[in-house]
């Protein structure tokens, strides 16, 4: 009985001290997205297909934004994307502000059935975006299709 | 055993899974987004759970590492520490088993160790052994020293 309470003592001191821990390093894993995880089901979001997506791109009406982390959007991208980590964006949603909040966004991550960037939408949708919707595809499906994509550094 | 022997033999293995933790954590910690991708690749638990893992196990690791080394609370760090040995061996083994070829994650993303017969086999030792250092601290702490 000892024993099993000194465990459940050392899952408390787990929990607390990673929740510190993540707040207080930089790469960390910040309460939003642990928050945002727990959502059981997500709001249902607007998804769009990678051949709509690619119309809007060429007429101009739209901006693809990569919530993947720096690395996977340096070796290749959408042509033009924006990069907006969920990380970042999760400890700073303020970032958001930057942008036009009546212009479209499409917000995608390399697997089609990631949560991230539905979570990220829903994250856009609480400061005001209306225009949001989630490239249902994927990345994967959009190199599939053969669409543009293109290399390096964010601007 | 011998009582000196068993003593000796328990402070050898709890030290050794204290540093062990203790290494193992350091990366994790550290870079737990990174941890997390690795622990979604062995495709048990899905996205969300896999971000709470490396929230959460990293911080486990090194407090019962911690403990393991100072010899505080040796009964339940050790049960800790037997059932994560058992758990990690659970996984190789099913990804070993299913041949995914995915790196083990077990130390970090500097580590590139892949899951193969030799991480299975590493594994099942680690497992062995926690369940030993379990068995002795919970035999000295009963007060049935001379069983095992």
């Not at chain 1, 993540?22 to 642990?34: A, H, K, Q, S, T």
């Not at chain 2, 050794?16 to 979604?40: H, N, T």
Request: glycine share 8%; aromatic share 10%.
């Amino acid at each position: 009985m000892k024993t099993f309470r000194r465990i459940l003592l050392l899952c408390l001191f787990t929990l607390a001290a990673g929740l510190a821990v993540n707040r207080i390093n930089p790469r960390g894993i910040p309460w939003r997205l642990l928050v945002l995880t727990w959502t059981p089901g997500l709001k249902p979001v607007e998804r769009i297909s990678a051949e709509d997506a690619y119309v809007q791109m060429m007429d101009g009406m739209t901006c693809f934004m990569d919530v993947r982390d720096e690395k996977a959007f340096e070796i290749d991208h959408i042509s033009g994307a924006r990069h907006m980590p969920f990380l970042l964006l999760s400890r700073h949603p303020g970032s958001l502000d930057s942008l036009d909040r009546d212009r479209a966004y499409i917000l995608y991550d390399f697997d089609a059935g990631s949560r991230i960037p539905a979570m990220a939408l829903n994250l856009m949708k609480t400061r005001g975006f209306r225009n949001v919707s989630v490239l249902s595809d994927g990345f994967a499906g959009w190199l599939e299709r053969g669409f543009p994509r293109e290399f390096g550094e964010a601007l | 055993m011998k009582p000196d022997r068993k003593s000796w033999l328990e402070k050898l293995l709890r030290w050794g899974f204290g540093l062990l933790l203790i290494y193992a954590s350091w990366e994790k910690i550290l870079d737990p987004l990174d941890f997390a991708r690795a622990v979604e690749n062995y495709r048990v638990i899905g996205h969300s759970l896999s971000i709470y893992t490396a929230a959460f196990l990293p911080m486990l690791e090194f407090l019962t590492g911690l403990l393991l080394l100072a010899g505080i609370w040796k009964d339940a760090a050790s049960a800790v520490n037997a059932c994560l040995m058992a758990v990690f061996l659970i996984l190789v083994a099913q990804a070993a088993t299913r041949g995914l070829d995915i790196e083990c994650g077990c130390f970090g993303s500097d580590e590139s160790q892949t899951i193969g017969p030799l991480k299975l086999a590493e594994n099942i030792l680690y497992a062995l052994l926690s369940f030993v250092l379990w068995r002795l601290i919970r035999s000295r702490s009963a007060g049935w020293a001379g069983r095992l």
